[in-house]
């Protein structure tokens, strides 16, 4: 099971906090109320190429009524700014030790699952990072533009995120596991040039 969040970290007053999307999610999705969340507040981890997760890392307390067995907590933080009427920004994938939780310390397949998560999570962290280097470095007209372009982002993030869960029945279908598994792979490396 996998739970995200979209946090907002826009300074200069640039932009307007992003709508909660609309209608009942498959998945928990938390979005913070306020635009202006810091991650250095939060303990996290940073997707790595070279790190994985391991059950260390899932610190949460079990929800005891959820019938998942573990569930992924993970960000797409986008910190958006102008300076000097040029537009700065930073897009991180990070994994929430404290949100994260597990019933099954010991399953190393449903261990895999939730590494897929996190690892789909950057192939949508990457997508944004192309996706706001094509609105190109002026100010002007950004706010909409921005606005749309982070949206769609998480729009898709989460529907794929739920396809994943769906289609591999939580990683019980280990075939359709095993493909995602090297479609995502494929994918970071296709999109290396925004890692």
Known sequence: ????TLLLSLLVGLLLPYPTPAGSPASVVSVPSTANVSLASNEHLAWSATRRLNWEDFRGTPESTNPHHALTA????????CKDNK????????????????????SEKLLAHEQLHFDL???HARL???ELDRLGMSCGNLKTNLNTTVGNAFK???????????VS??????????EWSDRISQRLKELDAWK
């Open 1 to 4: 099971m996998f739970i995200f």
């Open 169 to 178: 029945r939580h990683g019980l279908d280990a075939q359709v596991q095993q």
């Open 128 to 130: 944004l990072r192309r």
């Open 74 to 81: 993970a960000n797409l933080a986008v910190d958006a700014r």
């Open 156 to 166: 898709a993030w989460k529907a794929e995120q739920d396809h994943f869960d769906k």
């Open 121 to 123: 999570t950057e192939v």
């Open 87 to 106: 537009f700065y920004y930073e897009v991180k994938c990070v994994f929430l030790p404290g949100e994260s939780w597990s019933k099954n310390k010991q």
